[in-house]
């Protein structure tokens, strides 16, 4: 899943537990160029990080790492359902 996309976008869907231990306790947080959607997994994915799986409506996040935050291009939709912004 983790996809470099056309512009400065590398995206990637994540597990709540890799999430936690990537973003909210690290320096990833300090950094203004990231897009996070938390939402429900569409169909079953696996995180690109640990490989867990994750289920038609497991919670999951979709991270989009952006060189410039306009390079952002909407692709949650696709994978996640119920998405909230985080950031
Ligand atoms: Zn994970």
């Avoid at 939402?39 to 952006?66: E, K, N, R, W």
Wanted: net charge positive; aromatic share 10%.
């Amino acid at each position: 899943m983790a996809k470099a996309m056309g512009k400065g976008m590398v995206r990637y869907i994540w597990c709540p537990r890799c999430y936690r231990k990537l973003i909210v306790n690290k320096e990833l947080k300090e950094t203004g160029l990231i897009v996070i959607m938390q939402g429900l997994a569409a169909g079953d994915f696996v995180c690109d990080y640990c490989a867990a799986i994750l289920a038609v409506g497991y919670s999951c996040y979709a991270i989009s790492m952006v060189d410039s935050l306009s390079d952002h291009e909407s692709w949650e939709k696709e994978y996640l359902t119920q998405l909230e912004k985080v950031r």
